[in-house]
């Protein structure tokens, strides 16, 4: 879960489950729509919500707008909010906002190989995720 601008939580249920907006003060749950992905860790920007989990995956949700993703539609359709940049690490566990606004993302690349990855994503650059 992480705390979004006006006091409400956005959460996801395990693993693959229903992503919502919990209102703590009323106790109300909104239901948003199907997870991108299995997500691992959510990060809070203005009205900006970074996702990220397994397999490889970083979404970008603009909580200003409708949630409009749908698992019947390409993952990486960027009409969809949010809409998912497949890269990254196998696992993308922690993400971190960077003092120059970037979102920098760290993953792991368990069963398949070895080593860690650090990734970045500038908000100037919308589609994109920069692998070091």
């Not at 970074?50 to 749908?70: E, H, M, N, Q, R």
């Not at 019947?72 to 993400?95: A, H, W």
């Not at 994503?121 to 994109?128: R, S, T």
Request: glycine share 10%; charged share 15%; net charge neutral.
């Amino acid at each position: 879960m992480a705390a979004l601008p006006d006091g409400k939580l956005i959460g996801v249920s395990a693993f693959y489950g229903s992503t919502f907006v919990l209102d703590p003060e009323t106790r109300a749950s909104t239901f948003l729509g199907p997870a991108p992905h299995s997500v691992y860790d959510m990060l809070v920007a203005g009205n900006m919500v970074y996702i990220c989990g397994y397999p490889t995956c970083f979404s970008v949700y603009d909580a200003s707008k409708l949630w409009t993703f749908a698992r019947n539609k390409p993952l990486t359709d960027p009409s969809l909010n949010p809409y998912v940049i497949q890269q990254g690490g196998k696992y993308n566990y922690q993400m971190a906002l960077g003092a120059d606004g970037r979102v920098y993302i760290c993953g792991n690349h368990q069963r398949h190989d070895s080593g860690a990855s650090l990734n970045w994503f500038d908000p100037a650059e919308p589609h994109k995720v920069t692998r070091l």
